[in-house]
């Protein structure tokens, strides 16, 4: 997808039972999931105290010569790291600042550090919930949602059942690592298993290490072990993980969405590589749209998250694979310096396209979502300027219909062109000769797993839990009666 939509948050964290410092495997189990989070990174280790670098933007490469600098100052075993884009809270510099993760709470003795990917859907509740004991608490960010909660006593006084309160309280998605005062190094993930979240040990089993991504693991040569499962606990212990089903969870309810667009393809999600169920995707298409398919002269994916379906579609078909676009390697930038009357220019920065490939061709887009359709629009319009006789779109993601509430960056109806038009009005829309959506029914049986275990509340309308729900149905009854939307309405009636 070229257009800009925001991905939830990367986390990363590990242990040496060595005493070996863990600040590298953090830096380059962030670096591999940047993709995850654009606008902060934060690191935080511990060997006694705790120790702290935060900044905006990617992290940072690191030269040789400051490596021992960074080596001074994140001392210790243990550690835990993130790359975040905000789903929650202020998106100016201060508050951006203010809200990078990891972050620490302290109560008492206790203190607690925790990184977080997910969104929290209750956010008024709990907020309520803390004003009660400390009524001048105002919300920032719901990282510090959970941290509060973490910190509260509860009857046994221990970390499982602060941990199983948060369970059963929170509504959202929240896959987190954590640290104690103690240094005891933790995850969990939220009864749905929204957002990944998975453990691995070093070869010779004396680091452990907890990713939102395998390729946070692959990068550091560790084993991958399991994904931790919905409702789940794990503590890292000298042996291994120590595990902990606290809650059993109604349903399970992986993102739909991290298959199609954001998880890495050489990540694993439920136990196949993500490129795998892309392919998929592809192959769907040859099955779901046979008529388009036979006037198809040669197929081209916008990179990169449309390659691997462009791969299967074509393995099927035996239609020629143009590989007509390449995205510009060094340019990473996500607000391009333009003047103004090169504002459709901004695709050409991302990408260059090999036009004499697309004259007088029938040619078969493949990209991963529409959200909001202008940038798509953009694109027909330049390959049909390149000579294309007819441009047929296929999209691996299914229409996406309503907004999503557990940490992705689609926050309203009236963003969404699907919510208010179905496919044939959008290919009019945007000028293309047709768009093709990936069935929902291809999507679940490309991943492998079951209905029930996925998310697909933006693509279907039902949402994985009670209150997205509710959130859902009233902000659509109002969207569709004109009232307008205020962006993220689980923050609407925070004070
Ligand atoms: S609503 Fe859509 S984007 Fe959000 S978690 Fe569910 S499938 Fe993923």
């Not at 006694?48 to 010569?65: I, M, R």
């Not at 099927?316 to 340019?331: D, M």
């Not at 996500?334 to 103004?340: M, T």
């Not at 798509?376 to 000579?387: E, Q, S």
Request: aromatic share 10%; charged share 25%.
């Amino acid at each position: 997808m070229l257009e800009q939509l925001k991905e939830a948050c990367g986390v990363f964290a590990a242990q040496d039972f060595t005493n070996k410092p863990v600040f590298p495997y953090i830096y380059w189990g962030l670096r591999s999931q940047n993709h995850r989070g654009h606008q902060s990174h934060g690191f935080l280790t511990y060997d006694g105290t705790f120790h702290s670098q935060k900044g905006l933007d990617l992290v940072p490469k690191v030269k040789k010569e400051e490596i021992q600098k960074w080596l001074t100052e994140l001392p210790g075993s243990v550690g835990l790291g993130h790359v975040r884009y905000s789903t929650s809270g202020g998106t100016d510099y201060e508050s951006l600042v203010k809200s990078t993760q990891p972050i620490m709470e302290k109560r008492g003795e206790k203190q607690i550090a925790i990184a977080f990917n997910g969104n929290v859907v209750n956010t008024p509740d709990i907020i309520k919930e803390i004003q009660e004991e400390t009524p001048n608490f105002r919300f920032n960010y719901d990282a510090e949602l959970i941290s509060r909660k973490l910190l509260r006593q509860t009857k046994d006084g221990d970390l499982a059942s602060s941990v199983k309160r948060c369970m059963k309280e929170i509504e959202g998605a929240f896959s987190v690592a954590g640290m104690t005062e103690k240094g005891e190094l933790f995850a969990f993930r939220d009864p749905q298993g929204i957002r990944p979240l998975c453990c691995g040990c070093s070869k010779n089993g004396t680091t452990c290490a907890v990713s939102s991504e395998t390729v946070g693991l692959d990068i550091n040569s560790f084993d991958f072990n399991f994904e931790v499962n919905p409702g789940e606990l794990v503590v890292a212990k000298k042996d291994g993980f120590e595990r902990k089903q606290l809650c059993p969870g109604e349903r399970h309810a992986l993102c739909a969405f991290e298959f199609a667009y954001f998880a890495r393809p050489d990540s694993r999600l439920g136990n196949r590589y993500v490129y795998e169920v892309r392919e998929e995707f592809g192959r769907n298409f040859a099955w779901e749209y046979p008529e388009t398919t036979s006037k198809v002269d040669i197929i081209m994916s916008m990179p990169e998250t449309g390659n691997d379906a462009a791969y299967g579609y074509h393995e099927l078909t035996g239609i020629r694979w143009e590989r007509a676009s390449r995205r510009h390697r060094y340019v990473a930038e996500r607000a391009f310096i333009l003047l103004s009357d090169q504002r459709y220019n901004t695709i050409d920065r991302k990408i260059n396209i090999v036009d004499h490939k697309l004259a007088g061709k029938n040619v078969a887009v493949v990209d991963d979502s529409i959200v909001r359709g202008d940038t798509t629009k953009v694109v027909v319009t330049k390959l049909r300027k390149m000579g294309a006789k007819k441009v047929y779109l296929f999209i691996t993601f299914p229409r996406i219909i309503g907004p999503c509430f557990y940490g992705v960056d689609m926050a309203t109806y009236r963003e969404l062109i699907g919510s208010q038009h179905d496919a044939e009005e959008i290919a009019e829309i945007v000028g293309a000769d047709a768009v093709n959506y990936q069935s929902v029914d291809g999507l679940v049986k490309a991943t492998g797993l079951d209905k029930q275990n996925l998310c697909l509340g933006c693509i279907t309308g039902k949402y994985p839990t009670p209150l997205a729900q509710k959130l859902a149905d009233e902000m659509k009854e109002r969207f569709e009666n004109g009232y307008s939307e205020k962006g993220r309405i689980y923050e609407s009636s925070v004070k």
